[in-house]
């Protein structure tokens, strides 16, 4: 599965401003997707593609989709990319992945709750989880494990 993120666009095949019922559609093409919560006329979809562990959290605003958030996969084996500007978020060191979008020109701004934020991207990354990821020699968390793209 190949979730790419699309700056100011979407995420794969959901676009930000699409109405609940397209986001319904399109989720629904991918297959593996299973809804955890919903509310006929929701604020937020949760979703979860089981095989990968992967949730997502497709968020509304006035009916459209105004924002969708990716939680990383928690089975390592799992066939999924998430890539930003040819790079997977979810599997390149966070460390490398931060200097790389920076060499490309884009602004990120780190914040005390461990949050990174790319303003002109409308993007915000963080590696926080209490999930047993990967971590590094120090034992921080190797990859981030969230990702947030927004209208």
Do not use: C
């Not at 397209?22 to 979860?48: C, F």
């Not at 990716?70 to 931060?98: H, I, K, M, W």
């Amino acid at each position: 599965m190949q979730l790419e993120l699309l700056p100011q666009i979407g995420v794969g095949p959901l676009r930000l401003h699409m109405s609940v019922q397209d986001a319904r559609d399109a989720v629904q093409k991918w297959g593996a997707l299973r809804v955890l919560l919903s509310d006929p006329e929701p604020g937020q979809i949760t979703l979860t593609h089981d095989p990968a562990e992967l949730n997502i959290v497709l968020g509304f605003t006035k009916g459209t989709l105004s924002g969708v958030e990716l939680f990383r996969f928690t089975n390592e084996e799992a066939d999924v990319r998430v890539p930003l500007d040819g790079f997977d978020v979810f599997r390149t060191p966070g460390t490398d992945l931060f200097e790389q979008l920076a060499e490309r020109g884009h602004t990120i701004t780190e914040n005390d709750l461990g949050f990174d934020i790319l303003p002109d991207l409308k993007i915000i990354l963080a590696n926080q989880s209490s999930y047993e990821y990967p971590v590094d020699e120090d034992g921080d968390p190797l990859y981030y494990d969230y990702v947030r793209i927004a209208a």
